[in-house]
């Protein structure tokens, strides 16, 4: 090997290091896993909340991140909620059947524990996969209804107002004619009702209890029924 190729080896070899970042063990990565490093999935069309009386399954046209664990999105008739992600889950699925087969390993292969808002609120559960569905510029900041999670269900209440802070995963909630509570944001789901459906709330609630003796309503824009009278 002469001066001149190995004059070409060191500077080729002095690119692909300065190329990797000065990190070998990344820039193998690159070649050789499956960590994508380029192509960061921007397509969701559903989310999935998990807790141990139901799995809430809800099909979605939009979402937006927010900060630290959380993230917003909007079901298909409008329902806009911000979430806490330690329990949320985005996901991209192919068919109504392939979601459902997800959800059961997270029920134990108990179907009887999914719920499914679209269902529920009687609308298509077809699935848009080609749609794009992160949302960069529209954040919604105005919520008027929160839900608040604990071990005997979902209870329900208007909100006159809300403060959060990027440090903290707590949440500040001022009740519409009650108290100022701080709560952890993983107990806590936000809404805003503005274009959403009728009986959305009710039945957002619903699939996150499990059934309807575990809803609590104390919001005067929330109509209450029961499956027997819908």
Known sequence: MDTFDKVKIGFVGGVFVLACGYSLVKCGAQFSGNRDNFDTEKNFNDVMDENENSISISLIDKYSDYNGRTFQFRTQDGLIVLTDSMDSQLLRVDSFDELTSYAEVFANGNYDKIVSYDELQGISVDIDYDSFSKDYLDMNYNFDIVLLEGEDGIAIFDL???????????????????????????????????????????????????????VFNHSDKVKVYTYATK
């Open 160 to 214: 006159s107002s809300w403060r959060d802070w990027d440090e903290d995963d707590k949440i500040q909630l001022s009740i519409k004619d009650g108290p100022v509570i701080l709560r952890d944001m993983n107990e806590v789901k936000l809404l805003n009702t503005e274009n959403a459906s009728e009986d959305s709330v009710y039945n957002y609630a619903l699939s996150l209890a499990g059934n309807e003796d575990r």
